[in-house]
């Protein structure tokens, strides 16, 4: 008897083992470019979004030109959602939204009708009560997307095609502006003047090697929508247009309005752009309650279909301009405006461009649109020539022709053979209905051949010319600039330039009497302001279980810096800070420090001023003290640590400093160039020393010529100027330090 035997296992599908780290890269960078490419950043041809582009070529679908009747807003939606744009069709309609409101959009490519929202912040109407349709602005950039001027990709479920860019012959990208933010990336572009920006381009054409200094004579700045007053120097402009990267401070336009009787009130008439004006004056009344408006009497809106704001005076005897500096210093009545021109470039490559890189861009593209268009109309022109060659020699034999059609079972093929035509030929003449033929003169098939050869010679002399092809993008822009010229009501400059008033101080300074104070702040954050600056602070006391740990020399009218373990910066008035006697108060009592921080510096306020921030893990960053400022209790979250990692040091970088020294808990001392720390607004920053254990201990800016310096505890200064056993790279692991350095591995005390 046979032993049973049994079937061997199913074989398992092919398995192919992937390193998990590997797997979560690709798949995360697969996420991070389609984002970058599909969603969050503009091209710098047209200055679309994809959800935008796809808006206007199912709206040129529809056939909602400017001339045409309005259709329901959740049509469009809905086949955007259907055919193009497979994302939530609430995403949609705001994107739509946007397109047409002229307080948001510079040249609005929708026009909408019904409830589309206010500048108070009101949301639009729900998509099925609003219609809207293209703008001319909108026609622009569509014109020629018929006429094989740009690519043409499959949709997401390859249905349909959809354009990859428009052609643009609207420099959409600045005249409209963009924001959008990606992985690892964002885009902030204001509205510009449309006639300004042809004649920047116009001028390109001339110089190709026009620097920005030059293209900023026609781009003056940025021209919003809700106008405003841009107050930031020539020089500012300049180098964030350089760079494309910086901000513009803008300010509400006001006026002073006489009552009579020495009486008077401010209207304003322009708020900054993207500020809701219903929260505007929400916060000032909150600021008011709160009694850190004491200049203000009271706020109230009385617009209509225009912007007025008015502001009343405490009393009559105060002065408008100082009143309007304290309400621009702490509220939104003056905004900054960020520039950050990070862009796809030819639709692939994201990158920050300067204006005459975008410039540049856009004139290349309207080059290769030029040519295609050229391209397409030729092979139109080949094809009718072809035909009107066979309408000839049908007219010169209609007989014979006619003779054929009747009694031949294939005339094409006979017609073909009898009188050499092409099959195109053939089959334009069969196809030809009888009336046409008392049309059919030779006269003007002549004229009409002869009209196409003249065109047909001139566009291929345009192809063979590069000096012919600009001066043809010339004229369409000449064009442009004609149609929205600064006479136009939509094209006028909206946005005025002017210089902030020289005020000395703010109104704090002017109400509070500047004397010396000496500010005493506890190791558990107990702060205190002493009169007079001391000069010896042992004989300070402190609470049980608390000691000392900063002692500053102030003025009432200065404004102290503290600087937290969680990486977050709070602003103190020194007039607000509790009196010296006692211990004072709780730190969190004036500003919402978690319980679990600790204080790692404290300092007063010095504008210009440059610190380098560093975390106990060696990461660190170099910051301008002026965007370390909080203006709320809540205060600046600036350097970004993660528990258990916090906020080590806050040091000033002097203004000849040129080297970094960091040392280590492992007692790795570090020199590094100060060159190779980035400047940054906010972030985690980049690592200045490696540690295998332990974590940072001090950090230190120096000039290298001048020495290090550090002491000891006993109060001793010590000047070290040969340091080149410890100069290295940024990141690198360090050596023991000299003899002599402190044990605490801290260059001063405290």
């Known amino acids: 008897m046979s032993k049973h035997v049994p079937p061997p296992p199913p074989r398992a599908p092919d398995i192919e083992p992937v390193e998990l780290k590997d797997a979560l890269e690709e798949r995360y960078l697969a996420y991070a470019l389609s984002t970058i490419m599909h969603r969050a950043l503009p091209d710098v041809r047209d200055g679309l979004k994809p959800v935008h582009r796809r808006l206007l070529h199912v709206m040129r679908l529809l056939r909602l030109d400017p001339s045409a009747a309005f259709k329901k807003s959740a049509k469009i939606v809905g086949d955007v ?244 500096e304290q309400l621009f210093r702490n509220t939104e009545f003056e905004s900054r405006i960020p520039l950050n021109m990070n862009v796809l470039s030819g639709g692939k490559v994201p990158k920050v461009m300067s204006l005459r890189d975008v410039l540049r861009e856009w004139l290349e593209h309207r080059k290769e649109v030029l040519v295609r268009r050229t391209n397409f109309r030729l092979g139109e022109i080949a094809r009718r020539l072809e035909i009107l060659g066979g309408y000839l020699i049908a007219y010169l034999n209609l007989d014979e022709v006619i003779r054929i059609i009747r009694e031949e079972d294939e005339p094409k093929p006979a017609l073909m053979q009898r009188f050499d035509l092409t099959d195109t030929q053939a089959e334009a003449i069969l196809n030809m209905r009888l009336r046409a033929l008392r049309r059919l003169e030779e006269m003007e098939i002549r004229r009409e051949n002869d009209s196409l050869i003249k065109e047909q010679k001139g566009l291929k002399g345009l192809l063979k010319s590069e000096d012919e092809q600009w001066e043809t993008i010339s004229g369409e822009i000449k064009g442009i600039k004609e149609k929205f010229s600064k006479k136009t009501a939509l094209g006028k400059r909206r946005t005025d330039f002017a210089e902030a008033p020289d005020v000395d101080a703010d109104l704090e300074e002017m109400m ?93 306020h010095q504008p210009g001023t440059r610190r380098l921030l560093a975390s106990t893990e060696g990461d660190g960053f170099v910051v301008a003290e002026d965007e370390c400022v909080a203006n709320t209790r809540k205060g600046k979250q600036v350097l970004n640590v993660k528990a258990p990692v916090e906020a080590q040091s806050c040091v000033v970088v002097p203004p000849d400093a040129d080297h970094v020294a960091t040392v280590g808990e492992n007692r790795k001392l570090l020199i590094f160039k100060l060159a190779e720390v980035p400047d940054m607004a906010r972030g985690k920053g980049v690592r200045l020393q490696k540690f295998k254990d332990g974590g940072l201990s001090d950090v230190q800016c120096f000039k290298l010529k001048s020495g290090l310096i550090w002491i000891d505890s006993s109060g001793r200064e010590f000047v070290s100027t040969d340091l080149g056993e410890w100069i290295g790279e940024r990141a690198q692991a360090g050596r023991l330090p000299p003899k002599g350095f402190p044990r605490n591995n801290r260059f001063r005390n405290g």
Not at 172 to 194: D, K, R, Y
Not at 209 to 238: C, H, M, W, Y
């Open 81 to 324: 959602m259907g055919g193009y744009h497979p994302h939530g069709d609430q995403s949609i309609y705001d994107a739509l939204v946007r397109l047409a409101q002229d307080f948001s959009s510079r040249y609005p490519l929708v026009d909408g009708q019904g409830n589309f929202g206010n500048i108070d912040g009101d949301g639009a109407a729900a998509y099925r009560y609003t219609e809207a349709r293209m703008t001319e602005v909108a026609g622009l950039l569509l014109d020629g997307l018929d006429e094989e001027t740009v690519d043409f990709r499959a949709n997401y479920d390859g249905s349909v095609q959809e354009p990859v860019v428009l052609p643009g012959a609207f420099p959409n990208l600045l005249a409209n502006g963009a924001t959008g933010i990606a992985v690892g990336m964002a885009t902030s572009i204001p509205p510009h003047n449309a006639a300004e920006l042809c004649d920047a381009a116009l001028h390109l054409i001339k110089t190709p090697n026009a620097g920005v200094e030059k293209l900023t004579q026609f781009v003056v700045g940025p021209d919003f929508p809700t106008g405003g007053v841009v107050i930031d120097s020539r020089e500012s402009i300049i180098e964030a247009y350089k760079t494309g990267r910086g901000a513009f401070r803008v300010r509400a336009r006001w006026s002073q309005e006489e009552l009579g009787r020495g009486g008077w009130q401010i209207i304003v008439t322009e708020i900054p752009y993207m500020v809701q004006k219903s929260k505007l004056i929400e916060r000032v009344a909150e600021l008011m309650s709160d009694k850190k408006l004491p200049l203000i009497g009271d706020i109230r809106d009385e617009s209509a279909e225009d912007i007025r704001i008015v502001i009343e005076p405490k009393t009559r005897n105060i002065d408008a301009t100082l009143l309007m």
């Open 512 to 604: 509070t009497e500047k004397e010396p104070v000496t500010i005493v702040c506890s190791e558990k954050g107990w702060i205190r302001s002493m009169k007079g600056h001391l000069e010896d602070a042992s004989g300070l006391t402190y609470k049980d279980g608390d000691r000392g740990k900063f002692v500053v020399n102030a003025m009432t009218t200065d404004k102290i810096m503290l600087f937290s373990s969680s990486g977050k910066f709070f602003t103190l008035e020194v007039s607000r800070l509790p009196g010296g006697r006692g211990h004072g108060e709780p730190v969190r009592l004036m500003a919402d420090v978690d319980a679990a921080d600790t204080v790692v510096s404290l300092f007063v």
